[in-house]
């Protein structure tokens, strides 16, 4: 059982460069998150995803975009990379369940430097 | 104000020692509680939900106070391989996370 797949594991842009970072999910779960995590601070809520065809801006959403493909899959694009976002990024999905618990499980993060 | 705080640490333990964690946390609606483990470099796992009761999973205890908005875990008998960082989690409704920094945990022989 995969879980949270993400893809890439590492990578590093120019700024002003573009890429999306992917990520998958085999739980059959509704809900996915993308977070960002910097050091000394705790993961920072970026987009989420309710459930399939909607997207929410989180806490940090600025220079960002989302897509959430389908039930499985929700994307992350920086359009023009820059450095300020240098962080590791994670992608989490969950099922809130009948008391909305909103367990959440993670991937294994991406590591992105931005020169 | 931060919305969940932890000591950030960290805490530099033997091993066999008790180790206590404290959070806090200011949104009084808040719907339910978490603490995840995150070792160095990996993701946040679930290491256990916190109830009001006050919830117990093996050598790990954890607490809520809903008056104070108060959030603790307790880890007693210290092994090695518990030297990870602890992240004190609330739910806020909408299917949103808040996360502490989190505290330090090094657990020495």
């Known amino acids: 059982n995969a879980g949270v797949t993400q893809t890439p594991k590492f990578q590093v842009l120019k700024t002003g460069q573009s890429m999306t970072l992917q990520c998958a999910q085999d739980?059959?779960?509704?809900?996915m998150y993308w977070y960002r995590q910097d050091p000394g601070m705790g993961l920072r809520l970026i987009y989420y995803s309710a459930s399939e065809g909607t997207t929410d801006k989180g806490e940090v959403p600025n220079g960002y975009n989302v897509s959430r493909l389908n039930k499985r899959e929700f994307s992350l694009r920086l359009e023009s990379a820059a450095p300020s976002q240098t962080s590791v990024y994670f992608c989490?999905?969950?099922?809130?369940?009948?008391?909305?618990?909103?367990?959440?499980?993670f991937g294994a993060g991406t590591r992105l430097s931005v020169l | 104000r931060k919305e969940v705080e932890q000591d950030p640490g960290p805490f530099n333990v033997p091993e066999g020692a008790t180790v206590a964690f404290n959070c806090t946390y200011s949104n009084s609606a808040s719907q339910s509680f978490f603490w995840y483990r995150q070792d160095c470099r990996k993701e946040p796992k679930l290491l256990m939900s916190v109830y009001s009761s006050g919830n117990e999973d093996g050598r790990f205890t954890a607490q809520l106070n809903r008056a104070s908005q108060y959030i603790s875990l307790l880890i007693r008998d210290s092994k090695l391989s518990d030297s990870a960082t602890y992240l004190c989690v609330v739910n806020i409704g909408r299917g949103k996370l808040i996360f502490g920094q989190g505290t330090e945990l090094s657990v020495k022989p």
């Open positions: 989490a999905s969950s099922e809130p369940g009948e008391v909305a618990k909103n367990i959440q499980y």
């Open positions: 739980m059959n779960h509704n809900s």
